[in-house]
């Protein structure tokens, strides 16, 4: 399984972008994907995932209500919609992929993650 991520860049505080992860390979189908992030020194975290079939979806505290998070299973594809971003959420985005069932306290941890995308960065400035 290889994943894809593209869409980062430089957003001002309070705008927004998407993000997109496109999976490939045998044995995506039916993945839960999501998305975690890591700033400059600080330890990767997760941000947000979804079921393969789009009926569950858990978020951190830290972009609940900002982010949203939907898949495109036809295409193998997850995104993020990211609206009124901060200079907070300057980051490295990274796709993940988990073999189901999806749990949030076991997705949520890293070590658990089956399978990594490259990253793209996310800079929030004005």
């Known amino acids: 399984v290889q994943l894809q991520a593209c869409g980062g860049g430089l957003v001002q505080p309070g705008g927004s972008l998407r993000l997109s992860c496109v999976g490939s390979?045998?044995?995506?189908?039916?993945?839960?994907m999501g998305w975690f992030r890591q700033a400059p020194r600080k330890e990767r975290e997760f941000v947000a995932v979804?079921?393969?079939?789009?009926?569950?979806?858990y978020y951190s505290d830290s972009v609940k209500g900002r982010f949203a998070i939907s898949i495109n299973n036809a295409n193998n594809s997850v995104y993020l919609q990211m609206n009124s971003l901060k200079p907070e959420d300057t980051a490295v985005y990274f796709c993940a992929a988990q073999i189901p069932p999806l749990y949030e306290s076991t997705f949520s941890r890293q070590e658990t993650i089956d399978y990594w995308g490259q990253g793209t960065q996310l800079t929030v400035s004005s």
């Open positions: 390979g045998r044995g995506v189908s039916g993945m839960s």
């Open positions: 979804i079921d393969w079939i789009g009926s569950t979806t």
